[in-house]
């Protein structure tokens, strides 16, 4: 049997649109409408200075517990709904509620949703997905995980070699690569995988 592990913002919801037009609100940045992000933490359009303050605004704010749907929720609960689905998102903990109620909202079907990733938000170690997802197998399971970020995918094929990984391509991996982890270009890439 397979579980399944998916990242929520940048995978799932469209954390990048609300983001930008928050940052853009917030430091008055002049940016154009298709903007993408060369940088993971923005730093291609933040100072340093500003990265933390943003993320700051932002996750404190409405916005972020209403992103939209990067799928279409009926076609992905279609093929995942009544398997064992959990969302791993690395977000601080205290907001891990806003993010489960907005997956709820939008209409995804799933099992669990939990904080884990590289970022430590209690300065203590990171709980990589890779841990979350240990703590979560049973014996005899096989492991579908999909991300956005290289680091979080390498992390569960080392701990999984032989679950099956999906990269969803965003702007700033699009240099990765990876010969035991796939790359989607987009949903259809996953879904035709279920046909």
Not at 9 to 38: C, H, M, T, W
Not at 100 to 125: I, R, Y
Not at 136 to 151: A, G, K, S
Not at 175 to 186: C, E, G, T
Request: charged share 25%; with cysteine.
């Amino acid at each position: 049997m397979m579980r399944y592990f998916f990242d929520v913002d940048g995978v799932v919801l469209d954390f990048e649109s609300r983001y930008i037009q928050a940052l853009k609100q917030y430091f008055n940045l002049n940016l154009p409408d298709n903007y993408q992000p060369q940088c993971w933490y923005f730093s291609d359009i933040l100072k340093e200075e500003q990265v933390l303050e943003g993320w700051e605004k932002f996750i404190s704010s409405e916005e972020f517990g209403a992103l939209s749907p990067l799928v279409e929720v009926d076609r992905f609960n279609r093929v995942f709904g009544g398997l064992p689905v959990h969302f791993i998102t690395n977000i601080p903990p205290q907001y891990l509620k806003a993010r489960e109620t907005n997956l709820l909202k939008a209409g995804f079907q799933f099992h669990s949703v939990h904080c884990g990733g590289f970022l430590s938000f209690d300065h203590g170690p990171p709980r990589k997905k890779a841990d979350i997802i240990k703590e979560l197998l049973n014996p005899e399971e096989t492991v579908f995980f999909m991300d956005d970020h290289p680091d979080n995918c390498v992390n569960v094929h080392e701990m999984f070699p032989d679950a099956e990984i999906w990269l969803i391509t965003r702007s700033f991996n699009t240099s990765f690569s990876h010969p035991a982890i796939k790359r989607a270009d987009h949903w259809d890439h996953i879904f035709d995988r279920f046909v």
